[in-house]
Nanobody
Framework: QVQLLESGGGLVQAGGSLRLSCAASGRTFRNYAMGWFRQAPGEEREFVAAISWSGGGTAYADSVKGRFTISRDNAKNTVYLQLNSLKPEDTAVYYC????????????????WGQGTQVTVSS
């Protein structure tokens, strides 16, 4: 079973940056996409970014385009999310997820989820 562990969250001022990491362990498959989701208090979990197995295809929510960058290092079984120009509305728990599909962006296309890491952006 795939296990995912997020890290890198914290408290940062508006305009600042953070880098989130997601380390995967256990059984993995050649064709799988990885993604990041987030959930703010009182809100449903929403899609943030995803990356294909090859790393050549990425997708972002409109709210983070141009500010966040997703990347992966398959040799290290690790996915990253670089968060730049952070805004208070980015405050949420960020979750890493893996899919059995080569490409995936929908919540129901992801099979395994991490425990989440808190990102808090102050005004």
């Amino acid at each position: 079973q795939v296990q995912l562990l997020e890290s890198g969250g914290g408290l940062v001022q508006a305009g600042g940056s953070l880098r989130l990491s997601c380390a995967a362990s256990g059984r993995t498959f050649r064709n799988y996409a990885m993604g990041w989701f987030r959930q703010a208090p009182g809100e449903e979990r929403e899609f943030v970014a995803a990356i294909s197995w090859s790393g050549g295809g990425t997708a972002y929510a409109d709210s983070v385009k141009g500010r966040f960058t997703i990347s992966r290092d398959n040799a290290k079984n690790t996915v990253y999310l670089q968060l730049n120009s952070l805004k208070p509305e980015d405050t949420a728990v960020y979750y890493c997820a893996s899919s059995h599909l080569a490409k995936a962006t929908s919540n129901d296309e992801f099979d395994y989820w991490g425990q989440g890491t808190q990102v808090t952006v102050s005004s």
